[in-house]
T-cell receptor, first 115, second 116 residues
Framework: DGGITQSPKYLFRKEGQNVTLSCEQN?????MYWYRQDPGQGLRLIYY???????QKGDIAEGYSVSREKKESFPLTVTSAQKNPTAFYLC??????????????FGSGTRLTVV | EDQVTQSPEALRLQEGESSSLNCSYT??????LFWYRQDPGKGPEFLFT???AGEEKEKERLKATLTKKESFLHITAPKPEDSATYLC?????????????????FGQGTILTVHP
């Protein structure tokens, strides 16, 4: 079955450490997205990518970085510059055709905690 | 800028007690309003897409409706397994570098708890 796989499910980061969240999809979707979810604030867009080797900043990109070297993969790095990284991170994907039908397909999320 | 506001933030119901969740939106050229269900610690799952005012969609105990300014998710005779966070999102007419892309704007969600 096609879908989006996020790993790890739980991640703990020490102060000053960079960590990378993995997102892989086998849906052949062109676009991929990273969202951050905090209680009471809904989903906020961090970065998105429409094609390989191209990506754009979302609303809260500071302290984060991404790469899109393969169509299937869109890893997110949370850098030490992100002062409040504790949150639930969601990866999503779509095509221009499917986004009109049902929006995005989401992964199961990664919960990042600063220790 | 597209905006979505959901109310209430949290809703507690007794099993069988029907109610509605609200999603108010402002968008430039609505190209779809989406409802998702999200269980704790999981990603959102698609429920409905609505495109134009007056449209309605139903699935089991859920019914979504749309006007030009808001959408409602009606829950009829809810059961405890309906407990979840319900998210609303809109897709407007967004362009980046001249290419339309599928950016969704989400509300903050309504946490629904149904007690047996």
């Amino acid at each position: 079955d096609g879908g989006i796989t996020q790993s790890p499910k739980y991640l703990f980061r020490k102060e000053g450490q960079n960590v990378t969240l993995s997102c892989e999809q086998n849906l052949n979707h062109d676009a991929m997205y990273w969202y951050r979810q905090d209680p009471g604030q809904g989903l906020r867009l961090i970065y998105y990518s429409q094609i390989v080797n191209d990506f754009q900043k979302g609303d809260i990109a500071e302290g984060y970085s991404v790469s899109r070297e393969k169509k299937e993969s869109f890893p997110l790095t949370v850098t030490s510059a992100q002062k409040n990284p504790t949150a639930f991170y969601l990866c999503a994907s779509s095509t221009l055709r499917t986004v009109g039908a049902y929006g995005y397909t989401f992964g199961s999320g990664t919960r990042l905690t600063v220790v | 800028e597209d905006q979505v506001t959901q109310s209430p933030e949290a809703l507690r119901l007794q099993e069988g007690e029907s109610s509605s969740l609200n999603c108010s939106y402002t968008v430039s050229g609505l190209r779809g309003l989406f409802w998702y269900r999200q269980d704790p610690g999981k990603g959102p799952e698609f429920l409905f897409t609505l495109y134009s005012a007056g449209e309605e969609k139903e699935k089991e105990r859920l019914k979504a409706t749309l006007t030009k300014k808001e959408s409602f998710l009606h829950i009829t005779a809810p059961k405890p397994e309906d407990s979840a966070t319900y998210l609303c999102a809109v897709r407007g007419r967004s362009y980046a570098g001249g290419t339309s892309y599928g950016k969704l704007t989400f509300g903050q969600g309504t946490i629904l708890t149904v007690h047996p």
